[in-house]
């Protein structure tokens, strides 16, 4: 018997992939009403500054069809039917690409990106375009642009008071507050696994160059990346294999596992953050995992040289080949001209376009630096993870992703310090190019906030990495729902 409109209202708050293949094939949901009780919940929740633009009308069309090839007994492909949403700085035929900024408003790719077309091939509806920091720049989605609530930025599934992360605001609170299933996120320093601790659900950042960039508005060219989000590690790991063709899962054994415990890592944690993280390893160690405590990593040390020379270099030259070779054609210049964030705007109009760098000593010609961190910086850093992964026989290091809960959503967001706060623990394994996922492990006793922990691990491990994700996550279980 199918379900009414209003029990597949209730479903799809809390469905994940798997859940809804399997209710598809019994019978008890359909791709309609999934897709319908998606846009319902979005409509109900735009106050939350999610979305840039919804496409109701091809959802609507690509959902009937895959309820038509189910009816029809066709071949079902592995997503038939599932909605997702996708970071609206990723190409979407047809539909806008803003990057969450005016200056591209009027943006409209003719393609999909490599990525998301990989997904639609297997069948993924998609319900829209989501909201970002301006240009991807940012780790809080505290964007003034395209805001369908009265307040401003992108807001938390959990608490519309605060801030939902960034810069893949949109697609980690559309996730968080279930107006989907999954999302298409990307990721500089951060960007994926950030929201994704703040809005309690799961992503992978993959290794540097095993997802294709082509279709990507970029800020750093050898450090970006396209990645997952879901509601669950499984779901990841599906995504994921989808885009990569690589469906391997090696066993694991969660007595035979090994992670490191850097100490850095851990340090100036609000309490919510800490008693959730901590209570979270006390579990897996129970569970029978070795926790390899590391009181001198050095990886913050080795990655402050890198992460804003490599960045606001490449931020110039990576744009200005994307606005010529597959953006609207206009100049850098032109662009900036439009930015609406002032947080944003400063850094284009004072360190991007002039290639300057702030220091202690003053403002300096960021070419140099990138030179250095290019030619010794990035590699040291490597060289540090390989020595301590081999050394200590560790699997992957495991720390909270970020050191605090959502902060309270305002202007003063973007100031440094919460910046800081937010992105500490996530960025010297964006610089070394590692595979990393984040998992939601608890709500915080004050606040009721998500806390989330992250595990980095060798570049190409990606598969045994989202194995070890899975296993953790079967032991520690999935947060409540918003």
Same mark, same amino acid.
Request: proline share 7%; aromatic share 4%; glycine share 8%.
């Given at each position: ?10 479903l ?7 859940q809804?293949i399997e209710a598809f ?5 359909t791709s $309609?009403s ?7 919940r979005?409509e ?7 979305f840039?633009? *919804? ?6 069309k690509?959902a009937a069809?895959a309820?038509m090839d189910?009816a029809?007994g066709?071949?079902l492909?592995?997503? %038939?039917g599932?909605?997702?949403?996708v970071?609206d700085?990723?190409?979407a035929?047809g539909l806008p ?5 005016p200056?591209? $408003?009027?943006f409209?790719p003719?393609k999909d990106?490599?990525?998301?077309q990989?997904?639609?091939?297997a069948? %993924? ?6 909201n970002?920091?301006e ?8 964007n003034?642009?395209f ?15 605060r801030?939902?992360g960034?810069?893949s605001?949109?697609?980690?609170a %559309?996730i ?7 999302a ?9 696994r950030i929201?994704?601790?703040l ?9 540097s160059?095993r ?6 508005i970029p800020?750093s060219t ?6 997952p ?11 994921d ?8 899962m090696?066993p694991?054994?969660? $007595?035979?596992?090994?992670?490191g415990?850097?100490a850095?890592?851990?340090a100036?944690?609000?309490e919510d953050?800490?008693a959730?993280?901590e209570a ?6 129970e569970?029978?995992?070795?926790? *390899?405590?590391i ?8 990655n ?5 020379p490599?960045?606001?270099?490449e931020?110039r030259?990576?744009?200005? $080949?994307?606005?010529r ?9 032109a662009? *900036? ?6 947080d944003?705007?400063a850094?284009?109009?004072?360190w991007?376009?002039?290639g300057?760098?702030p220091t202690p000593?003053?403002?300096v010609?960021?070419?140099?630096l990138?030179?250095?961190a ?5 590699n040291?850093l490597?060289?540090?993870?390989q ?8 699997d992957a290091?495991?720390?909270p992703?970020?050191?605090i809960v959502?902060?309270?959503a305002?202007?003063e967001v973007?100031?440094?310090?919460t ?6 623990n996530?960025?010297?394994a964006?610089?070394?190019g ?7 492990v ?5 606040s009721?906030?998500p806390?989330g922990?992250?595990?980095d691990?060798?570049?190409?491990s ?11 996550e079967?032991v520690?279980?999935r947060i409540?729902?918003?």
């Amino acid at each position: 018997m199918k379900t009414s409109q209003a029990t597949a209202q209730a479903l799809s708050t809390d469905l994940t992939i798997y859940q809804a293949i399997e209710a598809f094939r019994n019978g008890t949901l359909t791709s $309609a009403s999934l897709v319908e009780a998606c846009l319902q919940r979005i409509e109900e929740l735009k106050h939350l500054n999610v979305f840039v633009t *919804v496409d109701a009308a091809g959802a609507r069309k690509a959902a009937a069809q895959a309820d038509m090839d189910r009816a029809a007994g066709k071949p079902l492909k592995p997503l %038939a039917g599932i909605p997702i949403v996708v970071k609206d700085n990723i190409h979407a035929a047809g539909l806008p690409c803003t990057a969450g900024s005016p200056a591209l $408003a009027d943006f409209v790719p003719e393609k999909d990106a490599p990525t998301l077309q990989k997904l639609r091939d297997a069948g %993924a509806v998609v319900l829209g375009k989501t909201n970002m920091n301006e240009f991807a720049f940012g780790a809080t989605g505290y964007n003034p642009s395209f805001n369908t609530g009265r307040k401003v930025g992108v807001r938390n599934a959990y608490d519309s008071e605060r801030i939902a992360g960034g810069s893949s605001s949109g697609s980690a609170a %559309a996730i968080g507050a279930r107006m989907s299933l999954a999302a298409l996120g990307t990721d500089t320093g951060g960007s994926m696994r950030i929201p994704c601790a703040l809005n309690g659900c799961a992503s992978l950042r993959p290794s540097s160059g095993r997802y294709p960039s082509l279709g990507t508005i970029p800020i750093s060219t050898s450090r970006d990346t396209v990645g997952p989000m879901a509601q669950c590690m499984s779901d990841v790991a599906l995504l994921d294999a989808l885009i990569t063709d690589d469906y391997a899962m090696p066993p694991i054994a969660l $007595a035979e596992l090994r992670l490191g415990v850097p100490a850095e890592f851990w340090a100036n944690l609000d309490e919510d953050t800490q008693a959730c993280a901590e209570a979270a390893l006390t579990w897996l160690r129970e569970h029978g995992v070795t926790l *390899v405590d590391i009181p001198d990593a050095g990886l913050f040390d080795l990655n402050q040289p890198i992460g804003f020379p490599v960045v606001i270099h490449e931020a110039r030259v990576g744009m200005q $080949a994307y606005l010529r070779e597959q953006g609207p054609g206009i100049s850098i210049e032109a662009m *900036v001209e439009k930015i609406n964030s002032p947080d944003v705007k400063a850094i284009y109009e004072q360190w991007v376009l002039p290639g300057k760098l702030p220091t202690p000593q003053g403002m300096v010609d960021v070419e140099p630096l990138f030179e250095a961190a290019e030619k010794t910086g990035r590699n040291a850093l490597k060289q540090r993870y390989q020595t301590l992964f081999e050394s200590l026989s560790i699997d992957a290091l495991v720390f909270p992703t970020t050191t605090i809960v959502a902060p309270l959503a305002g202007p003063e967001v973007n100031e440094p310090e919460t910046f800081e706060r937010l992105i500490r623990n996530t960025e010297p394994a964006a610089s070394a190019g590692l595979a990393c996922i984040q998992l939601p492990v608890g709500l915080g006793g004050r606040s009721g906030l998500p806390v989330g922990l992250e595990l980095d691990a060798p570049a190409r491990s990606d598969r045994r990495l989202l194995a070890i994700g899975i296993a953790i996550e079967s032991v520690l279980g999935r947060i409540p729902p918003a």
